[in-house]
């Protein structure tokens, strides 16, 4: 369906054409409207769309014939895939054969079905099972573009990279791509309840309709299956970490199995999160002590129930004794006791199990920085070969900015599994523009030191540091039912560049940003270049409205909205504000160097060092690190407290600038999309604003101390921000 975007200009003539009935200037409106597609954001990045008019659009090689080799499953939905982007791109599906018969062919498959391209001998070696080469060959006389793989699945990555490569405008000449991932476990975690709501969810209800399942398979998921396919995710976690044992259950089994058949010729695997308690709530066990032999034989039983159902069946991923939930810890025992049973329970059936590192008890006066490290290094090398830890990006909970999480580099024995949030818990849910990419580059690339410089989290995570083949990654889907799958169109960026990275973290978030730009919305440099730019920008607005230079956890109680940096008491200290920013007349910030709680230590000596020292610590981790006076000299020669307020005041004027851009993107991006961003970025724009006022009405009742010249002061005393109440906030724990 076409829309018309009018101008100015096409209004004056509507006008003109009710009065004079005009058939000159209807002609006239024809010509000069620009054919925008309207668009709703459903098909993300695999828009395939034809050549925008007048712009640099996608490749104008042309695949004249189509061959896809192999049988059902895989190659199914990679000759599909293939055939709905070609149909896209050119206007029409190109011939499908099961030889190459004529020049311009695109040949895909395997070795073993496709003689043709056996008879290429292309080297696949060290790709893997899901690597690929794409080769621009002559296969017996045709001028060819060929997909080889290994297995099925490479070549369909490699079908997706090709896709990319049309949709960006890149020529299919010359071709010789090589490419394989770097990370065997590529997956997103959903924090999904069985009754759809969506904890931290910004998009609507779950995805998953479990009570229509299994019967009803909505399409929706198999556009999942291929958006996750086209990224290089194989694996999906479908139930929340705060998990309902329900869901192992012979009922939901069934529904989970049809799911995984779903999802089986896009390469991803299906796994749960697992309750640990589950024995006794629907095993009927008065335990569930990792030691007891009737609990291990349970959880024996029900993996050999699950994998009966669902042979390529992924695993667990297990909370335990964290935030509430039952644990090994209940009995006397260690995170790994829990973990090796579990893993003993799937190991027959090539399962995993994967144990996340995100605890913190309330019992403990320690620094919460600090203890998921001091729990976990003891355990370093005790868990089975199965199990890989899954460690939160960095040491509190997915901050706007953290430093790395002092476990990557600290576990040497044991693969450690990284975990980011790509829903935008803590970064202005789904109204306010952030893109992640920035974030996930800047903890991959940080640097640990432990076996001396390079020894990069990326590094600590792929294996290579330490010698380790399970390796893997997790995201934090922001995915719901919302037509657009992830609440705003921009917050689909998110998921794509997770996936990008998860393939290759080498890519930088620039890079990634731009081809999303052009699959999603145009290949138009008038259009790329501004969009990105917005992108590019957005993270590190959304640092310094909230709080820069280190501060952290200074958001609305349990819903997370808005600004809370007053919020103390209740039920635990490590979950207010005032515990993590510390701020009093004297000054504000954490100290966590060796005088302080001492994380500082928890890294190795030279970062370590850099940490502990207030002269060398990077500028955005001042807050995290020191406790400082508000006058504290920063490298821009303003006392602290001056540039505190300037970073607030800079967060709000980029956004100011981000809404202006878009604005003059009007016309260039269909009416639905382009509407539905600005409304988003006037919100963001008031709540940016908000942010700014609250925290700074906040801390000035601290410090003291006079606004820089020229800096507005904030619209209402401080109680009026502390007043505000959002009882139904979207996402809160349930
Ligand atoms: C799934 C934070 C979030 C919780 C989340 C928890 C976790 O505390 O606010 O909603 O629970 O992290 O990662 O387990």
Redesign the pocket.
């Known amino acids: 369906m076409l829309t018309l975007t009018r101008h100015a200009g096409d209004l004056s003539c509507v006008r003109a054409m009710r009065t004079l009935a005009s058939g000159l200037c209807a002609a006239l409106l024809l010509f000069t409207a620009t054919a925008v597609q309207a668009e709703d954001g459903y098909a993300l990045w695999l828009r395939y769309a034809a050549p925008d008019a007048g712009a640099a659009g996608p490749s104008a090689t042309r695949v004249t014939q189509l061959v896809v080799a192999g049988s059902p499953g895989v190659p199914s939905a990679t000759r599909e895939e293939l055939q709905r982007g070609l149909a896209g791109l050119q206007g029409g599906a190109p011939a499908n054969g099961d030889a190459v018969t004529r020049a311009g062919a695109l040949l895909v498959g395997t070795p073993a079905a496709s003689p043709q391209i056996a008879r290429l001998g292309l080297d696949l070696d060290g790709l893997g099972g899901e690597g690929y080469r794409i080769r621009s060959a002559v296969v017996d006389g045709h001028a060819t573009t060929v997909v080889a793989a290994n297995e099925d699945i490479g070549a369909l990555y490699g079908a997706f990279h090709l896709l990319r490569l049309l949709q960006t405008g890149q020529p299919l000449d010359g071709l010789d791509i090589r490419e394989a991932p770097r990370l065997a476990v590529r997956m997103l975690n959903h924090?999904d309840n069985l009754d759809r709501y969506v904890?931290?969810g910004y998009a609507g209800q779950s995805i998953w309709d479990w009570h229509r399942l299994p019967g009803w398979l909505d399409p929706r998921y198999t556009d999942y299956a291929r958006a996750n396919a086209s990224i290089g995710i194989n694996g999906t976690v479908l139930n929340?970490?705060?998990a309902n044992a329900d869901v192992l259950t012979p009922m939901y089994l069934d529904k989970v199995a049809a799911i995984a058949g779903v999802m089986r010729p896009y390469g991803i695997k299906v796994y749960l999160s697992a309750r640990f308690s589950a024995p006794m709530e629907i095993g009927g066990l008065d335990t569930a002590d990792p030691a007891d032999a009737d609990v291990q034989r349970w959880w024996r039983t029900k993996a050999d129930e699950v994998y009966a159902l669902i042979p390529d069946f992924g695993g667990f991923l297990v909370?335990a004794n964290?935030?509430g939930?039952p644990g090994p810890q209940d009995y006397g025992r260690s995170h790994a006791d829990g973990a090796n049973m579990l893993a003993d329970a799937v190991a027959p059936h090539g399962g995993i199990v994967m144990w996340?590192a995100?605890v913190y008890s309330d019992e403990e006066p320690v620094d919460r920085a600090k203890q998921a490290y001091n729990e976990f290094v003891p355990l370093d090398g005790t868990f089975h070969d199965n199990v890989l830890v899954q460690v939160?990006n960095g040491p509190i909970?997915?901050q706007p900015r953290e430093p790395f999480h002092p476990l990557f580099g600290g576990m040497p024995k044991t693969p450690l599994m990284m975990?980011f949030q790509i829903t935008k818990?803590y970064l202005g849910f789904s109204t306010h523009l952030a893109y992640k990419a920035p974030l996930y580059e800047e903890v991959l690339d940080a640097d640990t030191h432990v076996q001396g410089p390079g020894s990069t989290v990326a590094r600590v995570i792929d294996g290579s540091l330490d010698g380790h083949a399970l390796t893997g990654i997790a995201g934090?889907a922001n995915i719901g039912s919302d037509r657009n799958w992830s609440g705003s169109h921009f917050d689909q960026a998110n998921w794509y560049a997770f996936g990008r990275l998860a393939w290759n973290s080498d890519l930088s978030s620039r890079d990634i940003a731009v081809e999303w730009t052009r699959m999603t919305f145009s290949n138009d440099p008038a259009v790329v270049e501004p969009v990105v730019g917005m992108m590019m920008a957005s993270r590190e607005a959304v640092v310094d409205y909230t709080g820069a230079l280190g501060l952290h956890h200074v958001m609305g109680r349990g819903h997370?909205y808005g600004p809370g940096p007053w919020v103390e008491g209740g039920p635990r200290a490590d979950w207010t504000s005032v515990y993590f920013h510390r701020a009093d007349g004297n000054g504000i910030g954490f100290d966590r160097t060796r005088r302080g709680s001492d994380a500082v230590s928890q890294y190795a000596a030279p970062v370590a060092e850099v940490f502990d020292d207030v002269t060398r610590t990077p500028e955005e981790f001042l807050l995290w690190f020191h406790h400082v006076p508000w006058s504290h000299p920063m490298r821009s020669g303003r006392p602290l407290w001056d540039e505190l307020v300037l970073r607030y005041d800079r967060g709000v004027e980029t956004v100011r600038g981000m809404r202006e851009t878009w604005a003059g993107l009007d016309g260039r991006i269909d009416a639905g999309r382009h509407a539905q961003v600005a409304a988003f970025l006037a919100i963001q724009q008031d709540e940016a604003q908000w942010w700014r006022d609250a925290s700074i009405a906040y801390f000035q009742s601290i410090s003291g101390r006079p606004l820089p010249a020229g800096v507005a002061p904030p619209p209402h005393p401080l109680e009026h921000y502390k007043a505000l109440e959002f009882p139904h906030a979207p996402?809160?724990?349930q």
Do not use: L, M
């Open positions: 924090w904890e931290r929340n970490v705060n909370k964290s935030e939930q996340r995100f939160k909970d997915f975990e818990e934090v997370h996402g809160d724990t």
